[in-house]
């Protein structure tokens, strides 16, 4: 009984301390470098206001949130860290990496904060990307 105890106790705390989305998680000057870097590396295949293309998806708006709600800001830079771009995977260095999700985040409207995205995919799996903004916490 305590050990389940103890774990719903350690849910709680994760629960309450996990960041999403809505928690100005980028900077805006960060988005700027990633908006530069997505025309260079992103726009020819997911297009340049992040719709899509024949072989990409979108990466923004309604599309976009049905494939990557609920999931971390982690699954999305290691999907773009280990298969982006698709004509040279691997090609982008993290800081890169990172500063093109923070360019994704701003281009749906998610609030930039201080603090710039993380580059460590451990510290970026903390972060949980939440369409919907989340109630304050009390």
Same mark, same amino acid.
């Given at each position: 009984?305590?050990?389940?105890?103890?774990?719903?106790?350690?849910?709680?705390? /994760?629960?309450?301390? !996990?960041?999403?989305?809505?928690?100005?998680?980028?900077?805006?000057?960060?988005? $700027?470098?990633?908006?530069?870097?997505?025309?260079?590396? *992103? %726009?020819? *295949?997911?297009?340049?206001?992040?719709?899509?293309?024949? =072989?990409? @998806?979108?990466?923004?708006?309604?599309?976009?949130? %049905?494939?990557? =709600?609920?999931? !971390?800001?982690?699954?999305? /830079?290691? &999907?773009?860290?280990?298969?982006?771009?698709?004509? &040279?995977?691997?090609?982008?260095?993290?800081?890169?990496?990172?500063?093109?999700?923070?360019?994704?985040?701003? =281009?749906?409207?998610?609030?930039?904060? @201080?603090?710039?995205? @993380? &580059?460590? !995919?451990?510290?970026? $799996?903390?972060?949980?990307?939440?369409?919907? $903004?989340?109630? @304050? &916490?009390?």
């Amino acid at each position: 009984m305590r050990g389940i105890l103890a774990l719903l106790a350690i849910g709680i705390v /994760f629960a309450q301390t !996990t960041r999403t989305t809505w928690d100005g998680v980028y900077t805006e000057e960060q988005a $700027k470098r990633g908006a530069a870097l997505y025309s260079q590396n *992103c %726009a020819g *295949c997911h297009g340049t206001d992040l719709t899509g293309g024949e =072989s990409a @998806p979108p990466l923004a708006g309604i599309p976009f949130f %049905a494939n990557w =709600s609920g999931l !971390t800001l982690g699954d999305l /830079f290691e &999907r773009i860290r280990t298969s982006m771009p698709a004509d &040279r995977p691997g090609r982008l260095n993290r800081d890169q990496n990172a500063d093109i999700v923070a360019h994704i985040l701003k =281009s749906n409207e998610f609030p930039a904060g @201080p603090t710039e995205l @993380p &580059r460590q !995919t451990e510290a970026l $799996k903390e972060i949980q990307l939440v369409t919907y $903004k989340p109630e @304050p &916490r009390k």
